[in-house]
């Protein structure tokens, strides 16, 4: 870590620059080094004296994170590591040496004083959250390569064109925008620390509407819910109105809880929510939590009355001066059942996270990982590549394709031979012996 020069002009005109800017990471330096100031001109008459007759001493300094005292030549002085530094050890300490010619170590490649703040980073913990950070970074990378294969697929076939695969194609949407917004979080802010010590405005918004798209994951999920139950309890409800309501629903609802989330962190006093680029969990997450867990519960009500009004009747039947349920309805419900419990385990399972360096956070880590990133993945399998009338829609098109006749198929010579049986004054009916 390159260090600031120590002497005293530089020191006052670098605490003059700070105190002129508004970061808070700036005013934890500022009020870092007025202290360390403080220290340092207490000890300073003493340390002289104490220099004169013991020999060499480094001079004390602050190096734009940690004060460091004065030095005897030849050893090393410790501080605590800083706490405010994203991915560092408070418990652990930092060191800079003095040399033997009184004066403190410099980087070969700078030539400027350095801090060895390398032994402030657990490295086994570092390469485990770098693993799971490539779990999420590969889970959103699948997701999001299926759910634009999904949306293709359902674009392409006209015929598949419906209320319903309308819906699934804003549920894909979502997912997919969501899916490269979390890529695009951790390519340019969690695997650049100098833009998360930075906390632009920029990070902070690509916060804010990534997790405006997160809400609308549950959202539309809500939608096909509602859809379903509609369509099954309330068919009397016109459904192109009703598709239309569901799209204010899906992309409008989570504009008010992401506004509320929005404006309490970003005047909340506590720096803890607001440094960093919004990255450390906070307590005010809740208030995205309670609308996510509310479309769970809905959906699970939904999805109850929908079951009952099936049981109902399948067992009633046409008895009852209504048709049975069509198969295609009974997929959606059944992959709709799926996804319900699934989409929301992630946050089922935050209130449980265990403390850390417990022996399940791993088993914890992996587990949300996997369950977040490959959400999109599932919602692509179960509404359209399990979906039997895409599967059916792709067969009828494969097999056109790898089938289609040729100019030199069997069916043209046959008709070839029959035109000239034809012309050369036959009955127009031809043997076996002709076709051959």
Same mark, same amino acid.
């Given at each position: ?11 006052t005109?670098?605490a003059q620059?700070?105190? @002129?800017?508004? *970061?808070?990471? @700036?005013?934890?330096?500022?009020e870092?080094?007025e202290?360390c100031?403080?220290?340092?001109n207490?000890?300073?008459t ?31 002085a410790?501080?605590?590591?800083p @706490?405010f530094?994203?991915?560092?050890d408070?418990?652990r ?41 490539r ?6 990378l699948?997701?999001?390569?299926? &759910?634009l ?18 819906l ?5 949407? *979502?997912?997919?925008?969501n899916?490269?917004?979390?890529l695009?979080w ?6 650049? #620390? ?10 902070q ?14 959202a ?6 509602l859809y ?28 008010i ?6 404006a309490l962190?970003?005047?909340? #006093? ?24 509310a ?34 309805l009974l997929?959606?419900?059944?992959a709709?059942?799926? &996804?319900v ?9 935050t ?7 417990h022996?399940?956070e ?39 394709l ?11 010579t ?20 002709d076709n051959?």
């Amino acid at each position: 870590m390159a260090v600031s020069p120590s002497t005293t002009e530089t020191l006052t005109e670098v605490a003059q620059n700070v105190s @002129d800017t508004e *970061s808070p990471l @700036d005013k934890i330096i500022l009020e870092r080094q007025e202290a360390c100031w403080m220290m340092l001109n207490r000890t300073s008459t003493t340390q002289t004296i104490t220099a004169t007759v013991a020999g060499l001493f480094c001079p004390g300094t602050f190096d734009g994170w940690s004060c460091w005292p004065e030095t005897r030549a030849g050893s090393s002085a410790h501080a605590p590591c800083p @706490d405010f530094v994203t991915g560092f050890d408070p418990n652990r300490m930092a060191h800079k040496e003095c040399l033997q010619n009184g004066t403190w170590f410099r980087h070969p490649s700078s030539d400027k004083e350095w801090s060895n703040y390398t032994t402030c980073i657990n490295m086994d913990d570092l390469n485990w959250r770098q693993q799971v950070n490539r779990i999420y970074e590969i889970g959103y990378l699948v997701s999001l390569v299926a &759910l634009l294969t999904s949306i293709g697929i359902l674009f392409y076939f006209k015929s598949l064109r419906c209320a319903r695969t309308t819906l699934h194609m804003h549920l894909f949407a *979502s997912f997919a925008i969501n899916n490269a917004l979390w890529l695009l979080w951790y390519r340019i802010v969690v695997n650049q #620390p100098e833009v998360i010590v930075d906390n632009g405005l920029g990070c902070q918004v690509l916060h804010v509407i990534l997790h405006y798209f997160l809400l609308t994951n549950y959202a539309w999920m809500l939608c096909e819910g509602l859809y379903l139950h509609t369509l099954l309890v309330a068919a009397f409800i016109s459904e192109s109105r009703l598709v239309k309501w569901l799209y204010g629903l899906g992309w409008g609802m989570p504009v008010i809880p992401i506004i509320i989330y929005t404006a309490l962190r970003a005047t909340n #006093p506590d720096i803890e929510d607001t440094k960093e680029c919004w990255i450390n969990e906070s307590p005010l997450t809740i208030v995205l939590i309670i609308p996510v867990c509310a479309s769970m519960v809905l959906n699970l009500i939904f999805l109850c009355n929908i079951l009952r009004v099936l049981l109902i009747k399948l067992r009633a039947g046409p008895r009852v001066g209504s048709s049975r349920p069509s198969s295609t309805l009974l997929q959606a419900l059944r992959a709709t059942l799926l &996804l319900v419990p699934l989409l929301g385990l992630h946050y089922l399972v935050t209130p449980f996270r265990p403390p850390e360096n417990h022996p399940w956070e791993a088993v914890y880590e992996v587990t949300s990982a996997i369950t977040a990133s490959f959400q999109g993945l599932c919602v692509a399998t179960l509404f359209c590549f399990c979906n039997g009338e895409v599967v059916a829609q792709v067969k009828r098109r494969w097999q056109h394709l790898m089938f289609r006749p040729r100019a030199n198929s069997c069916t043209a010579t046959t008709v070839s031979v029959r035109q000239i049986v034809r012309s050369n004054g036959g009955n127009g009916i031809l043997t076996d012996e002709d076709n051959v």
